[in-house]
């Protein structure tokens, strides 16, 4: 007995729904991205400082300015006030 045109479309549909859930699934067990990390400098520029207090950090291209935030460590670090522009 040959399949009906129906049940092709079915089993297509249900080898597709399969195909991206293992690739769902693959992508989740590789986790989030990696954080960025601040450069050495923006924990440097908040040594000895609270959090909240205004801080700069002096990159060899700029200076930045920012604000003293704790790190998921909770270390204090140099959060710049605006988002670094992409180059």
Same mark, same amino acid.
């Given at each position: 007995?040959q !399949?009906?045109?129906s049940?092709?479309?079915?089993?297509?549909i249900?080898?597709? +729904? =399969?195909?991206?859930?293992?690739?769902?699934s693959?992508? /989740?067990?590789? =986790? !989030? !991205?990696?954080?960025?990390?601040?450069p050495?400098?923006?924990f440097?520029?908040c040594? =000895?400082?609270?959090?909240s207090?205004?801080?700069?950090?002096?990159? !060899?291209?700029?200076t930045?300015? =920012?604000t003293?935030?704790?790190?998921?460590?909770?270390? +204090?670090?140099c959060?710049?006030?605006?988002p670094?522009? /992409?180059?």
């Open positions: 007995m !399949p009906t045109r049940s092709r479309i079915t089993l297509t249900g080898a597709l +729904l =399969g195909a991206v859930a293992i690739a769902a693959a992508r /989740a067990a590789e =986790g !989030p !991205p990696p954080r960025h990390q601040p050495p400098e923006a440097t520029a040594q =000895g400082k609270s959090e207090d205004s801080c700069s950090v002096s990159l !060899p291209d700029r930045v300015a =920012g003293c935030a704790a790190s998921p460590e909770g270390t +204090l670090f959060r710049p006030a605006r670094p522009e /992409a180059r």
